[in-house]
Each structure stands twice: as C-alpha cells, then as structure tokens.
C-alpha cells in the first residue's frame, strides 16, 4: 500500500499551500497513491470536521501535524490537534506517548550542504559525517525519519538514508507537496492494506513501511536504510 506521508492543505489550516484537500486527494488517486497524510501546519482538522470533508473519498486519509520544534519540523501522528507546549520535543514525545502516537523527523537535512540548518543553525558547526550527524538529540526522540522529501535534493536525501542506517531507525518517503506539483514523487510502502487510522499507527509502531521513489515515473524503487 502506497501512501504519501507528508501533505498540505490551505483547509486543513497549512497557509503556505494553496492545495484543496479535493486536489489532493484526485491527483493523488491519478498517480496511483492509496493514501495520503495531510500533515498540516497549526492546529489541524478538527475530528469531526475531517470527518465530514473525507467521507466521499475513496482513498485512505490520515490527520496529522507538523509541528514546529526547537529541533525542527517533526511529524506528528496520533494527535487530535495542537497542544499548548509541544512545541518543545520533550513535550511532544510525552503527548504522543500518552496516545500510542508517533514521530517522525521531517526534512531533517534540508539545506545541510550549502547553508545553516533547522538542526544546525552555526553553519561552521555541523557535522561532516552521518556517524556526527546522528548524535544529534533529535534522533533520539523520534520513532523515525523521513529520507525522501520531495522538497530536498538528492544529496540531502541520500544523508537522511545514511543516519537512519547508522541509527538503526525506519525511514519514510514523501513529497511535501503545497501544490499539485510533485504529489506522490516518494512515498512509503507499508507491507499489509489499511483502512483507518488506527491499523495505520498500528503498522508504524511496526516498523512495516519503508520509502519508495519514482511512482510518477512508473518505475517504483525501494530505499531501504
């Protein structure tokens, strides 16, 4: 099963997209996506509104938040909206401990050759090695990281590859879309079909899922850590 993990959507409250969660989920559903994950900025679907806005889909939805930490830009699954303090990872982690959630690093390498980071801010001061790299705090309070981001270049993904190797965590695929370019550009391939958001945290919790590349090129490759 097939889903990208890593949307965004104007509705959904993410002001840097212009996408309609209608848009997403068509062009979604064309390029051959089973599912999609609408990370969104800020607060999030409310339940019941995503609720009214999904249930015509024939494609699994997920709700979900990236949330803006001291550490950078995580993943957040299992939330029902934004909580005041998450902001900080230590209060994060502790929030989605309490509802069987999950976190995953986002784009965490991205401008890492060529300017300062989210992650390294002194960029006199960042590592020069994936084994370097990898002690990084953020790394340890994540249940995985994203190492296909439709919004880096290949070096910065291939870097993400190389410190979830060296971690021994799972890795995830994603376009980061905000328009319809590039939906489905990667995505992760979970091994078992899902059908709510429940079997979904289920699979994660898992580790069934590894990040793929190339779906719309019809050439499907797995980039396993």
């Given at each position: ?5 890593h ?72 939330l ?24 995953i ?43 296909l ?5 290949d ?13 021994g ?46 779906l ?10």
């Amino acid at each position: 099963m097939l889903i990208d993990m890593h949307a965004h959507t104007v509705e959904g409250g993410s002001t840097d997209s212009s996408l309609l969660l209608r848009e997403l989920v068509e062009e979604a559903k064309r390029v051959g996506l089973d599912g999609i994950c609408l990370t969104e900025h800020g607060g999030g679907w409310d339940e019941k509104r995503f609720e009214e806005m999904t249930q015509e889909y024939d494609i699994l939805i997920i709700r979900a938040l990236e949330v803006d930490t001291e550490l950078g830009h995580v993943g957040t699954f299992g939330l029902d909206g934004y909580i005041s303090g998450i902001h900080k990872i230590e209060e994060l982690r502790h929030a989605v401990d309490q509802v069987g959630g999950f976190l995953i690093a986002h784009h965490p390498f991205r401008g890492f050759f060529d300017r300062a980071n989210l992650l390294w801010t002194d960029k006199d001061s960042r590592p020069t090695t994936p084994q370097e790299a990898a002690q990084h705090l953020l790394f340890q309070m994540v249940d995985a990281i994203e190492a296909l981001n439709g919004g880096n270049n290949d070096r910065e993904n291939t870097f993400a590859l190389e410190v979830a190797r060296e971690l021994g965590l799972p890795c995830t695929g994603a376009s980061d879309c905000h328009s319809l370019n590039g939906i489905g550009c990667h995505a992760t391939f979970f091994e078992r079909d899902l059908s709510s958001e429940e079997e979904f945290l289920k699979e994660l919790r898992a580790g069934r899922f590894y990040p793929v590349t190339g779906l719309r090129k019809d050439t499907l490759v797995p980039c396993k850590p």
